[in-house]
């Protein structure tokens, strides 16, 4: 069987400092929590040793006609009686100590064994059946591109307010070991970015994931100037190619031209014209 239930797809907000795609899977059932439907036929838990501790395929014979005094037990010798439950993998599963009908030659009348009753809703079942608890590595997954992106699973659990409870969901999220987002663009490894309007640059930093490091060079934040792929102070002048200087005013580079102006009656008079390059 496959897991039941339709498939509902959210893609979270890009964050610059750290460039994670977080896709939220998100499997709705059925029963009235927004949750997974779980398997329960397939179900087992991630960590075969997690559910060590009690065997699935003993049975315990009861004599009693109300098997009032049949036991299921745990590995280290604890009886549970009839209807008792035994909880593993991490608050997960919870498994029931049942009884079925069986004239046995031994004269019981019962024979006690777990069942598998419910799946935790905080839980997450993958399609291949096993159970995570929350934040638990569903699945780690390389995709073998230039820019290193890893694809991890996790098991996270969000807020059910019809129920007032949690429901697991599974998040795919991808982190790339090699390049940074910018916005809807992947930049490689050592690319820098000047951003005059913060008066800063940010470079692209290897490592997983990768992530830009910002480096302010005007701690007051506003009027900075980006010329020849550099960035310029409000107040820095460069000289140009033809010999004027060329200055950073409020984010834009100017310069100042003198013209001479002739007036009736007057010697001539120096203005000074700013005009932006």
Same mark, same amino acid.
């Given at each position: 069987?496959?897991?039941?239930?339709?498939?509902?797809?959210?893609?979270?907000?890009?964050?610059? %400092?750290?460039? =994670?795609?977080? =896709?939220?899977?998100?499997?709705?059932?059925? +029963?009235?929590?927004? @949750? %997974?439907?779980?398997?329960?036929?397939?179900? !087992?838990?991630?960590?075969? $040793?997690?559910?060590?501790?009690?065997?699935?395929?003993?049975?315990?014979?009861?004599?009693?006609?109300?098997?009032?005094?049949?036991?299921?037990?745990?590995?280290?010798?604890?009886?549970? !009686?009839?209807?008792?439950?035994?909880?593993?993998?991490?608050?997960?599963?919870?498994?029931?100590?049942?009884?079925?009908?069986?004239?046995?030659?031994?004269?019981?009348?019962? $024979?006690?064994?777990?069942?598998?009753? +419910?799946?935790?809703? %905080?839980?997450?079942?993958?399609?291949?059946?096993?159970?995570?608890?929350?934040?638990? #590595?569903?699945?780690?997954?390389?995709?073998?591109?230039?820019?290193?992106?890893?694809? %991890?699973?996790?098991?996270?659990?969000?807020?059910?307010?019809?129920?007032?409870?949690? #429901? @697991?969901?599974? !998040? =795919?999220?991808?982190?790339?070991?090699?390049?940074?987002?910018?916005?809807?663009?992947? +930049?490689?490894? @050592?690319?820098?970015?000047? !951003?005059?309007?913060?008066?800063?640059?940010?470079?692209?930093?290897?490592?997983?994931?990768?992530?830009?490091?910002?480096?302010? $060079?005007?701690? @007051?934040?506003?009027?900075?100037?980006?010329?020849? +792929?550099?960035?310029?102070?409000?107040?820095?002048?460069?000289?140009?190619?033809?010999?004027?200087?060329?200055?950073?005013?409020?984010?834009?580079? #100017? #310069?100042? =031209?003198?013209?001479?102006?002739? $007036?009736?009656?007057?010697?001539?008079?120096?203005?000074?014209?700013?005009?932006?390059?």
């Amino acid at each position: 069987d496959t897991l039941s239930g339709s498939l509902s797809f959210t893609i979270t907000s890009l964050i610059m %400092q750290s460039p =994670v795609i977080a =896709v939220l899977l998100t499997i709705l059932g059925t +029963s009235g929590t927004f @949750g %997974q439907v779980f398997n329960l036929s397939s179900a !087992e838990c991630f960590n075969p $040793k997690a559910v060590a501790a009690i065997n699935l395929f003993m049975e315990w014979s009861a004599f009693n006609e109300d098997a009032s005094d049949g036991y299921c037990y745990d590995n280290h010798g604890t009886g549970y !009686e009839g209807g008792q439950n035994f909880i593993s993998c991490g608050g997960c599963l919870k498994f029931n100590c049942t009884s079925r009908p069986c004239d046995d030659r031994d004269g019981s009348k019962f $024979k006690m064994f777990w069942v598998l009753e +419910s799946v935790a809703t %905080q839980c997450c079942q993958d399609c291949e059946g096993k159970i995570f608890p929350p934040n638990r #590595v569903v699945s780690t997954t390389s995709l073998g591109d230039k820019c290193d992106t890893l694809e %991890q699973a996790i098991c996270k659990t969000s807020s059910d307010l019809s129920s007032a409870g949690t #429901v @697991g969901t599974i !998040e =795919v999220s991808y982190t790339s070991g090699n390049c940074c987002l910018d916005e809807n663009t992947w +930049s490689p490894a @050592g690319t820098t970015i000047l !951003e005059k309007d913060t008066c800063s640059a940010r470079t692209c930093m290897q490592g997983r994931p990768a992530q830009w490091d910002r480096q302010t $060079k005007y701690q @007051g934040g506003c009027g900075c100037c980006e010329y020849q +792929s550099a960035l310029l102070l409000p107040g820095d002048c460069q000289t140009l190619l033809d010999g004027r200087q060329a200055c950073c005013c409020d984010g834009e580079m #100017v #310069v100042t =031209v003198d013209q001479t102006a002739e $007036k009736q009656s007057t010697p001539p008079m120096a203005k000074s014209i700013r005009t932006r390059m």
